[in-house]
Structures are given as structure tokens and as C-alpha cells.
């Protein structure tokens, strides 16, 4: 079965400084990868989403990664800033139309002013 | 839209009781899922449906029933509630392709 790890269990970043986030996986390539955001006490939010033919995908100060030579993702927040403390979790997904999401354990990132 | 909804927020249960976690859906969604977040686990699979009428197992399913008979409604049932199921507990929707909808959760004690 697919394996997801998250490179750290927490991250404290400056504020103002760029964080990455890394996520590795194993065994089978997915199609696509996501990235989400969970505040305490609420369902993770979507961020972004990427596919295997791509190498990069930006939302306004976000940006994600996908390099499936390394098995690897990187997700980046540029000019961070207090209110982007939250868990960061990357989820993969084998095929188009395979409901088997698969969620790395995530990352708990803090902006530190 | 109210998006993905879950009822209750809360619940204690004792060992061996049954109970049902709501979830529905007003965005003609057709994936549903359960999961359970466990500190430490992370997010895992217990059930999903692609449709209406279809569901499957995921990563955990045992002790855990669904049912989908319409494309909005998914119910998570707990059989016999056991201590390992004190969880929260999130339903999910997306399109085929695309983001998934998280609801706000349920969490779950059994004493």
C-alpha cells in the first residue's frame, strides 16, 4: 500500500520567510497529488491540486511541486505571515476516478511574528 | 450551498451501544467518504461510495457500516462502539477529479 511522510511533524518559520513543506511517498506513482490546510477543531480545506504531467502549480502565495522521479512534493508559502499557522496535509490519489485518497499525517506549521 | 454536513458535533457513547453519524451533501457530489483522524494516524479511510447504491471498504472498515441510497446522504453506522473507535470522525465529498469537501467533524468518545 502507498506510504506518505511528511518530513516533519512541526515546523516554526519566521515570519516574512518562505516555509516548505515536504511530502514523500512510496511504491506507485499517484496521478495527482493535493495539499490541504487544518485549523484545531475543523475539516481540512483544500489548497491546491497537481497532476503528474505537471511540475508546478501556484496560487497567489502558495505554491506546490511534484517531482515523481524523487516520489517527492514540495509546498511552498511565500512572505508567511501568523494567520498561515495550521496543519498542512498532502493526500494522493493512484488514479483518475480512484476514491482511495490516501493522507499523509501532516505537518504542523507555525509563523512565528 | 451548505456544502457537507455532519450531525452530531458530539457524542459519548458507551461500550456495545449503536449509533449513526449523519452526513450530507448539496453539491451533487457523486464520491462520499468516512474518515477518522487519530493523533499521530493522521486521516484514514473507512468507507467510500462512488454513487448512489455503490459503496467500498477503505483502510479501517471493520466495525463500521454505510449505505448510500441517495447521491446526497452517506451515514456512517458504529455497530457495537468500542473504546478504539473514540475518534473524529470527517465525511468528505468531491467530483470525480477534484477537491474534496470536508465536513466540520464528529467526535466521538465511547467510555
Known amino acids: 500500500s502507498q506510504k506518505i511522510e511528511q518530513n516533519s511533524e512541526a515546523l516554526n518559520i519566521q515570519e516574512g520567510k518562505t516555509a516548505t513543506l515536504t511530502c514523500n511517498y512510496t511504491?506507485?506513482?499517484?496521478?495527482?497529488l493535493q495539499w490541504y490546510r487544518q485549523d484545531p477543531g475543523r475539516g481540512p480545506v483544500f489548497l491546491l491540486l497537481i497532476r503528474e504531467n505537471e511540475k508546478e502549480k501556484r496560487k497567489e502565495r502558495l505554491k506546490v511541486t511534484f517531482d515523481t522521479t524523487l516520489k517527492q512534493s514540495l509546498f511552498h508559502i511565500t512572505a508567511s505571515q501568523p494567520a498561515d499557522s495550521a496543519t498542512y496535509l498532502c493526500a494522493l490519489d493512484r488514479s483518475f476516478g480512484n476514491e482511495k485518497l490516501t493522507f499523509g499525517t501532516g505537518t504542523r506549521l507555525t509563523i512565528i511574528p | 450551498n451548505a456544502g457537507v454536513t455532519q450531525t452530531p458535533k458530539f457524542q459519548v457513547l458507551k461500550t456495545g451501544q449503536s449509533m449513526t453519524l449523519q452526513c450530507a451533501q448539496d453539491?451533487?457530489?457523486?464520491?462520499m467518504s468516512w474518515y477518522r483522524q487519530d493523533p499521530g494516524m493522521g486521516l484514514r479511510l473507512i468507507h467510500y461510495?462512488?454513487?448512489?447504491?455503490?459503496?467500498d471498504q477503505g483502510e479501517v472498515p471493520n466495525g463500521y457500516n454505510v449505505s448510500r441510497s441517495t447521491t446526497e446522504d452517506f451515514p456512517l453506522r458504529l455497530l457495537s462502539a468500542a473504546p478504539s473507535q473514540t475518534s473524529v470522525y470527517f465525511c468528505?465529498?468531491?467530483?470525480?477529479?477534484?477537491?474534496?469537501?470536508f465536513g466540520p467533524g464528529t467526535r466521538l468518545t465511547v467510555t
Open positions: 468528505a465529498s468531491r467530483a470525480r477529479v477534484d477537491e474534496q469537501y
Open positions: 453539491m451533487n457530489h457523486e464520491y
Open positions: 511504491n506507485y506513482s499517484p496521478a495527482y
Open positions: 461510495s462512488v454513487g448512489a447504491g455503490i459503496t
